[in-house]
């Protein structure tokens, strides 16, 4: 029996990336594409619970059915495997997203956040990101590696509750010097809005800021992508620090 595959983004059903993943997943099984019908980024683990969610068939892929989601990736994953497909998938793959999501960019991702939900589903799930924000990127060497990630965890599996954060620098796939299993990176955004007036002469703010990489070990994603290297990142949802549990045993009452 093939292998039953869904795909999702953030940068909407109509993005480049995901037609050029759907071509990946294609030729592991088959595919359902459930995905945002309008562009989701930075929407993190979001979901819709103020307004109703709606879906519809979308034309857009050949000999693929494909629904595009009112909602955010978070909710496009749950309304397909609790009501489209009505079961759980045995693949969920999530991008190809324009721009990486190396370091703490994971924590605002749709593109993760539709992965990790994946993982808390016990789905083995794949999140891949290249580090080109291009609407018309040359996704070829991100496909490639795509390809061949997929193909191990079909062969391999992996853990409970764990999925794949997979970064991929903006490179020709001669130039891309391997894969590296790497740890998150400890960086950050140095935030700053710029104030602003509009045509009415209301104030309003634009965030911007510079990304500040901290993190000076060799063992990162961001260091990683920095040397030419596809960086992959085993990542769960437990937040706790299990470290530090016994030094706050003081606040227990």
């Excluded at 190809?96 to 993760?112: A, D, K, P, Q």
């Excluded at 400890?186 to 500040?212: C, E, I, M, V």
């Amino acid at each position: 029996m093939n292998k039953l595959i869904l795909v999702t983004n953030d940068d909407s059903i109509h993005a480049k990336g995901i037609k050029e993943l759907i071509s990946v997943a294609k030729t592991f099984g088959d595919v359902i594409v459930v995905a945002p019908e309008k562009p989701q980024s930075g929407m993190g683990h979001a979901i819709t619970i103020s307004n109703p969610l709606r879906i519809q068939k979308y034309e857009g892929f050949d000999d693929v059915v494909a629904y595009a989601c009112s909602g955010t990736p978070v909710d496009c994953v749950k309304i397909a495997i609790f009501e489209i497909l009505k079961r759980k998938p045995d693949l969920l793959l999530s991008g190809i997203n324009h721009g990486e999501n190396s370091s703490t960019n994971v924590l605002y991702s749709g593109t993760m956040s539709a992965a990790i939900e994946g993982a808390m589903e016990s789905i083995p799930s794949i999140g891949f990101s290249l580090a080109d924000f291009d609407s018309d990127a040359d996704f070829e060497a991100t496909k490639s590696i795509s390809s061949q990630i997929i193909k191990d965890v079909i062969l391999n599996g992996l853990p409970k509750k764990t999925c794949l954060n997979v970064n991929v620098p903006k490179l020709s796939l001669k130039e891309i010097k391997g894969i590296k299993v790497c740890t998150q990176a400890h960086a950050y955004w140095d935030d700053k809005f710029d104030s602003r007036l509009d045509q009415f002469g209301r104030p309003y703010y634009w965030l911007t800021g510079n990304f500040s990489d901290v993190d000076k070990r060799d063992d990162t994603d961001l260091h990683a992508l920095k040397n030419g290297f596809a960086s992959v990142v085993p990542t769960h949802f437990d937040l706790t620090n299990y470290k530090v549990l016994e030094n706050l045993k003081y606040l227990e009452k």
